[in-house]
């Protein structure tokens, strides 16, 4: 069979609902395809001939690139951008190599997040959580990439998701990309955390209530959040803190598409799509008998865990320089990380995830004297957050040697597939095992 002419190749490439944007090795703009010159609004004469590191810091048409991940990194990246036209991507840069293994250049696959189209909103406050929402994505980790990649093969489909993992990961981030992802996309996203509003008050967020309900209660009445984000997206965060009673209304709402308010006694028809998330085992609270186990393989139907950070430790660097560069603009501040303190974030067990090192920079950047920021600093500011652990150089690289071999360990198996993978000698293998007590 013949191959394609390269016409005809242009002519799929132009013709497919993605936007294709194609880089060397220099991250300099090859070609662009009519796609992506649509949806964000620049020509492929516009961009020609220039590098993404042009385009980002001083066009300033784009406020991130998948492409400088890629170069820097030589491994696949996901990042979510905005356009100074006003555009939401997300990003998925693959890198190109040579017979040599030298990288070629990198093939970026491009999906438009914008939405379009607001509806009724319930309060103010609402309205500006949901329009100031931005779910910036960056990861280069080989876990994460597979989790975009799952959410957004089930995003275009309506089957309820329940998203697992620790405080700090990003389930609301997740969640929020499938929403974007999805043909509820022009409909509301509403999110609720079931930890944060009492018992007595979350049933009546979630489905209103009617004139006179209870005490207190609006002359009025009220529209939940079910019915206000009707056509989208409800987001029910630490969905395990649910009482048995409220479970029973989710229930009937995933199994009968209606709804009762607080205090009426008419069904109302919903047309929600419902995404869960909670940092617990719930199958362990079915078990418990706290968690309904109906609602479980109701919530169930497509299950997403999203690793903690410690486990993806490849991210921890481009977040860095992600939040850097954040705050750096918010408080008009030069700051920058030295090495030594990305390695030893690298090594650091972050039990509140993504979120902790988000807050950990935005205290040093606000704190610290020198712009250029050190372990000293981390000492300094740090010594109660981080147990007092000393952060001097040899504890530094104890730590990080260990936190290898551990990855190592568990990725390999035994010493001898250990040392070839790790370029060591199986003795010295053996002897560093035994050094940082793994078995």
Request: hydrophobic share 35%.
């Amino acid at each position: 069979m013949e191959s394609p002419d390269l016409n005809i190749l242009k002519i799929i490439l132009d013709n497919i609902y993605n936007g294709v944007y194609l880089v060397d090795h220099e991250g300099r703009t090859l070609w662009v395809n009519k796609a992506f010159e649509e949806m964000s609004g620049f020509s492929l004469r516009e961009l020609e001939g220039k590098t993404l590191y042009e385009l980002v810091n001083n066009y300033k048409y784009f406020s991130g690139s998948a492409s400088i991940l890629v170069l820097e990194n030589k491994k696949p990246a996901t990042v979510t951008y905005r356009t100074s036209k006003g555009k939401n991507f997300l990003v998925k840069g693959r890198p190109i190599f040579d017979e040599s293994g030298n990288l070629k250049y990198v093939v970026n696959t491009i999906w438009d997040l914008t939405v379009i189209n607001y509806t009724d909103v319930v309060d103010k406050d609402t309205l500006r959580d949901y329009a100031l929402q931005e779910y910036d994505i960056i990861t280069t980790s080989s876990s994460m990439n597979s989790v975009i990649n799952m959410a957004m093969k089930v995003a275009p489909t309506d089957a309820n998701i329940l998203i697992t993992g620790e405080s700090g990961v990003g389930k609301s981030l997740l969640a929020g990309l499938i929403h974007k992802m999805s043909e509820r996309k022009n409909g509301r996203f509403l999110k609720i955390n079931c930890a944060s509003i009492p018992e007595s008050l979350i049933e009546s967020e979630l489905f209103g209530y009617e004139s006179g309900a209870f005490t207190g209660a609006s002359n009025k009445g009220k529209k939940g959040l079910v019915e206000a984000a009707q056509g989208g997206t409800i987001f029910l965060d630490e969905i395990s803190e649910l009482s048995l009673n409220v479970q029973a209304k989710v229930l009937t709402l995933i199994q009968e598409k209606e709804f009762v308010k607080v205090g009426g006694t008419k069904s109302i028809k919903s047309d929600v799509r419902i995404i869960a998330a909670t940092n617990k085992n719930l199958y362990s609270l079915v078990n418990e008998g706290s968690f309904r186990e109906d609602l479980y393989y109701r919530l169930n139907v497509i299950p997403i865990n999203i690793p903690p950070l410690r486990e993806r430790a490849d991210d921890i660097p481009v977040l860095t320089e992600y939040f850097i560069k954040k705050f750096n603009e918010k408080y008009n501040t030069y700051k920058y990380i030295s090495e030594s303190v990305i390695e030893y974030f690298k090594a650091h067990t972050w039990r509140g995830n993504v979120r902790e090192l988000e807050n950990t920079i935005e205290r040093l950047v606000v704190t610290t004297r020198s712009n250029n920021i050190t372990l000293s600093d981390l000492n300094e500011i740090f010594a109660e957050d981080f147990k007092g652990d000393k952060l001097d150089f040899e504890g530094q690289i104890n730590q990080f040697e260990k936190n290898i071999l551990l990855k190592a360990k568990k990725k390999y198996g035994t010493t001898r597939n250990i040392a070839r993978n790790l370029n060591l000698s199986q003795t010295k293998v053996v002897r560093l095992l035994k050094k940082h007590k793994i078995s």
